[in-house]
């Protein structure tokens, strides 16, 4: 049994095909996704090398999307801390008690990518000190951006004490890129750590998450496609304006699209982008953005249509999921079973 991935939009089919379709009953299969997943996000990051020399030690692993998310989690915390810290301790530690905070109501709520919170009911207020006041923890992401309109309300129900007048939200499954109207070719989460406490790695973890099949199952696929789709309507103009690469002529250094990607001749896509009403869009972070999203649908097509090798607890996630395209698969299941 297949999953229809039309149930989300027209578009996502195609969308999955650009990170490959895999049988997840096929070690080879299996193995050969998840490196090249994961060697395209660590490119696109910086972490190739430990990332290597993780998935080295992963020469006999029976589970390889779960090995390889370990190693992958790993490889990326040890080359984070060999960068200079982004935040303060004080910042730092709100932000990992806040994320955990989040992390845990998302899980309940099958809304990992993106998750919302009233910041007044969270750890400190999601506020900590700074040079003898308080400041928020975290961006207010309040203006219409690439992964949605803006969100004014509903405001706190509580007095903020450091100035919050709106929710705060953070798009987890495409982090670093995690606000929506402030994109930059660094990744504003990858700032998130400090002597004293490593959110960054917290954040990643949930992000590599969608990679696994149960953790898949658990969200949400409606939201995931609600946001791809904001995201393609104030990017697909953009794109549709670069030359298509084609080998030979191509301009060197110039921008130019290549299989549904953004490409640079002969050049760094950290120093390329797309600029529109909403802002610089680096390509690199175009890339990465584009890659999540293909490689969810990617996966939860697979991981459905590796209906065999479910276990009981994976049946149960669909069959109490909210996602009623999850839940018409888990029927079916039930049904053949």
């Not at 370990?70 to 301790?89: H, I, K, M, Y």
């Not at 954040?203 to 149960?214: C, G, H, N, T």
């Not at 097509?301 to 888990?330: F, H, I, N």
Request: charged share 20%; with cysteine; aromatic share 10%.
């Amino acid at each position: 049994m297949a999953l229809d991935l039309h149930c989300y939009g027209d578009d996502i089919p195609a969308l999955a095909d650009l990170a490959g379709d895999f049988d997840l009953r096929s070690p080879t299969d299996t193995r050969a996704f998840y490196t090249r997943a994961w060697e395209s996000l660590a490119g696109l990051l910086g972490f190739s090398q430990p990332l290597t020399a993780e998935f080295a030690q992963l020469r006999g692993a029976v589970d390889w999307p779960r090995a390889a998310g370990v190693a992958g989690v790993s490889a990326f915390a040890t080359w984070l801390r060999q960068q200079r810290p982004g935040v303060g301790d004080n910042q730092a530690a709100v932000q990992s008690a806040v994320l955990r905070q989040l992390i845990t109501a998302g899980r309940e709520r099958g809304e990992l990518w993106r998750v919302t919170a009233d910041p007044t009911t969270l750890e400190g207020g999601a506020c900590y000190a700074d040079d003898g006041g308080l400041a928020r923890a975290f961006y207010p992401d309040t203006a219409p951006g690439y992964f949605g309109d803006g969100w004014s309300g509903p405001p706190p129900r509580a007095e903020s004490r450091c100035g919050w007048q709106t929710p705060l939200v953070l798009h987890l499954g495409t982090f670093p890129w995690v606000y929506s109207s402030r994109i930059d070719a660094a990744g504003p989460g990858l700032r998130w750590w400090s002597s004293a406490a490593v959110p960054a790695v917290d954040a990643f973890r949930i992000m590599v998450s969608a990679l696994e099949p149960q953790a898949n199952l658990r969200q949400d696929a409606r939201q995931v496609a609600a946001i791809f789709h904001h995201f393609q309507k104030h990017t697909a103009p953009l794109v549709a304006r670069l030359p298509l690469y084609r080998p030979g002529i191509a301009e060197v250094g110039g921008l130019h699209r290549r299989v549904g990607l953004l490409y640079v001749h002969q050049g760094s896509l950290h120093v390329a982008g797309l600029d529109g009403p909403r802002g610089r869009l680096p390509a690199v972070a175009y890339n990465h953005i584009m890659r999540r999203f293909a490689d969810f649908f990617a996966v939860r097509r697979a991981t459905v249509q590796a209906l065999a090798t479910w276990t009981p607890e994976m049946k149960r996630v669909a069959a109490t999921s909210a996602d009623p395209c999850l839940r018409a698969q888990a029927e079916g299941v039930a049904r053949a079973g």
